[in-house]
Every structure is written in structure tokens, then in C-alpha cells.
């Protein structure tokens, strides 16, 4: 399960401290095996003090419906949710390197890696991958109806679930794109573990 949260997830949540400042930072992941990777600017305060070997926190959720009670103090939400601990490593070798950097953008867009051009030797240096083990990791999943007190069943209030789903909408060319989009993003939507 904590594998195919982390892949249906979009974005990651990165928590560490400097100094006794604590910080969580939004940024993208892809999973590869039992490694998480995570990527940026070699200028980037996060990526920087990651590579150096503090203790990091990285979180994904996903949320997948309001949950209504009959009464206020019930009320919840379903979702899935990973939470992964450790150190993370740089990536400096430049095969696993290009390898992750394919792993983030197939993960945001399955196919996309071979449609467009290629990172350049210059790109690649001018990109920091850090590597996280799964090895400390777990998930926590909120899933079904309200739990009413047995009291409040026989109220006249509405209970129940609202559905929330990350939707697409028609892609929006830009300038200059003369050709209609590949079916890869025409037909995009996104896998549900």
C-alpha cells in the first residue's frame, strides 16, 4: 500500500530542521523500488542540508472524501497517507542520476520522458537528486461511512460521504504549439491505487 500511495501521489511534503527551525517544504517525488527520490536546484536550502545528513520526514496524502456525521464532533476525512523517516543521499553517479530524473518526470506523466528533448550534460549538473530508503516508512489509511454515536442515528441530519477525486481538465496548449497534444496528455488521468 505505501507504494501505491506514493505513486499516485503528485507532490511530497519534505520536513527537516536547521539550526532548531523546522521547515516542510512542498516539492515533487517519484519512487523507484525501495528508494524515494526528490529533486531540485543545488542552490536550494532543502536540498543543501538534506545532502549534509539531517533527519528528514518526507509525507504524501491523498484525500479522497468528506466524511459528514450526524454530529459535528464525528465528522472526518477519508484518505491514504505515507509517512517515510531517515537520511537522504545525494545521487552523484551520473547513470542513476538520469535514471531518477526520468523516474520524476514519468511520474508526474507516464511518456513524457520520451516525447521531449533530453536533459543536457549541463542540466543534469545543474540538478541535486537525493535518495531516501523506504526502509522507514508506513501508511495510514481513513476509508468508509461516518461513525455516528448510536444516539444521534435517529437525527434528522443529513450523514454520509462526499467523493473528492484530483480531476484534469482540457489541456492548454502553449504559445507557438501548433500540433495537437500526444494522447498521453489529451487522455491524461491520473492511476488510483
Avoid at 536547521?18 to 536540498?47: C, K, N, W
Avoid at 542520476?97 to 518526470?105: I, P, Q, S
Avoid at 511520474?107 to 537528486?129: M, Y
Amino acid at each position: 500500500m505505501i507504494d501505491a500511495i506514493l505513486d499516485e501521489a503528485l507532490i511530497c511534503h519534505v520536513g527537516f530542521s536547521i539550526e532548531g527551525q523546522p521547515f516542510v517544504i512542498p516539492t515533487i517525488h517519484a519512487r523507484d523500488g525501495d528508494v524515494l527520490y526528490i529533486h531540485g536546484s543545488p542552490g536550494s536550502r532543502m536540498l543543501r542540508s538534506l545532502r549534509s545528513g539531517v533527519d528528514t520526514c518526507v509525507t504524501v496524502t491523498l484525500l479522497d472524501g468528506l466524511v459528514l456525521a450526524r454530529s459535528v464532533y464525528n465528522h472526518s476525512m477519508n484518505y491514504r497517507s505515507v509517512v517515510v523517516v531517515g537520511r537522504a543521499g545525494e545521487v552523484t553517479d551520473p547513470q542513476e542520476k538520469l535514471r531518477a530524473m526520468r523516474c520524476v518526470v514519468e511520474h508526474i506523466l507516464t511518456g513524457r520522458w520520451e516525447d521531449a528533448r533530453q536533459p543536457s550534460e549541463k542540466e543534469i549538473k545543474a540538478t541535486t537528486i537525493l535518495a531516501l530508503a523506504l526502509t522507514e516508512a508506513s501508511a495510514k489509511i481513513r476509508s468508509g461511512p461516518p461513525t455516528d454515536d448510536e444516539d444521534d442515528v435517529g437525527l434528522p441530519v443529513w450523514a454520509g460521504v462526499i467523493p473528492l477525486a484530483l480531476q484534469t481538465a482540457d489541456p492548454l496548449p502553449d504559445d507557438g504549439v501548433s500540433s495537437s497534444p500526444p494522447s498521453y496528455v489529451a487522455e491524461y488521468e491520473r492511476p488510483r491505487a
